[in-house]
């Protein structure tokens, strides 16, 4: 996945738009450079992005003035303003080439380039399809969840961590675009294939809703993937459509981040107005309302993990701070700085951490995550299925 960032668009960015508060996500390429808890399962295809892993933020006018040296002698200027963030130490500061940056703006549009699945590792220390998005390169491949992912282009892969498996997947680093070859050597049943499969652009579905049970009351699984485009009138609306008296288990399990805009709008589904989070950016302070009218009545409870990010983990702060949902799982990832990007010469962008979020109640999730009120690695969402149950929220 592409690298978190709470981001700000300058007047320079993308046709002067106005400023938008904006969360990335790192499952990528974090855990090669120290950032993610230990493969977190599942990763699913999103675009990459470099993420230094020291401490300290980077100064904004080192890296222009590196990068304008780099390009006034011929070099690059990504790598010279690359190396000036990685010898900062600024842990999510980033560098991306113009081609990477469309992708990262494209992945916040709902869409990404690969080949359609999403990996986990296996009790056996291997890698296995998670999940198979329908209709893309991979299902028409006859791919299937389960499958054991050995090799990619001749190369074995099974004990990579899963991040950079699904980096492979996609080209990262590569050039690889639409229509470009990748071969799979799988295992099913104890019986290796071959595989080759053609990269696309993808639009995955951002918030899938079921039923928990086959009453007129049943709870509702309203499961968030990631803060896409959309996302948070999806689910506002999901909220809206539901049985009266119909709990809601709002899954934010492996939700890497998105739009904070969109997570905001999705704490409107739950909250009548008030706070859902302060940030700061170089020492002003800003805050982030709910609309008002949202339902403050329904029993709610959170699922999330190691893999809730960024603005996936304002949302859970917002509700678990003003006491609207109980939430379950085990401790999320623990991403709450801001991020604001620059624009280099020759298309290049610099994004660097220039302050940080808290929740309503004040604090800080980076570095510590949020620990849920029930903690619970195995059988997590049955266990948030009993808990919405004793809260009246249906079966």
Known sequence: MSGCSHRFRPRGLCRGAALTLVFGCVLATGAATGSLPQDPDPVPELPARTVASRHAPVDRQEIEDAAARAAADGKSVKEAAGEVVSRSGDRWGAVYDEREYEEFEQSLDGSYLGVGLSARRTEGGGVAVSRVQPGGPADRA??????????LDGRRVDRKPVPEVVALLRGDGTGAGEGTRVVLGLV??????????????????????RRLGTGPSSALLVKVAAFTKGAGAEVREAVRAAPRDAGILLDLRANSGGLVTEAVTAASAFLDGGLVATYDVRGEEQALYADPGGDTERPVVVLVDGGTMSAAELLTGALQDRGRAVTVGSRTFGKGSVQMPSELPGGSVAELTVGHYRTPAGRSVEGTGITPDLVADERAQQRAETVLSGLGGGS
């Open 142 to 151: 006859g791919i299937r969840e389960g499958d054991l992912l050995r090799t």
């Open 188 to 209: 099913r049943d104890g019986k290796p294939s071959t595989r080759t499969l053609e990269r696309a652009r993808l639009t995955p579905d951002a918030v899938t809703v």
